[in-house]
């Protein structure tokens, strides 16, 4: 089994920064592809960044350009840096981590930017 936990959401203004951390089991985490995902009120779940076990990066249209994911393999830790923070990004944000079809969550995150 493989343990992920969300932390350093919080309320920021918009235009501020904020960095979401995801402690995982240090077992397998550096086989695992990461990602992170949000879900607003009212909306489906989305996936806004991800990141390979080979360091690929990928990045939703919406927060390309202000949003970096990020991994470290030694502190078996994933890593969303969000700048340039806008309402819009308010929601409830997740880790993912899939190996071989099998996923694990963590328990999310909330993300609060206010105008």
């Known amino acids: 089994q493989v343990q992920l936990v969300e932390s350093g959401g919080g309320l920021v203004q918009a235009g501020g920064s904020l960095r979401l951390s995801c402690a995982a089991s240090g077992s397998i985490f550096s086989i695992l592809d990461m990602n992170w995902y949000r879900q607003a009120p009212g909306k489906q779940r989305e996936l806004v960044a991800a990141i390979t076990r080979g360091g690929t990066t990928n990045y939703a249209d919406a927060v390309k350009g202000r949003f970096t994911i990020s991994r470290d393999n030694v502190k078996t830790t994933l890593y969303l840096q969000m700048n340039s923070l806008k309402p819009e990004d308010t929601a409830v944000y997740y880790c993912?981590?899939?190996?071989?079809?099998?996923?694990?969550w963590g328990q999310g995150t909330q993300v609060t930017v206010s105008t």
């Open positions: 993912n981590g899939n190996f071989r079809g099998v996923g694990y």
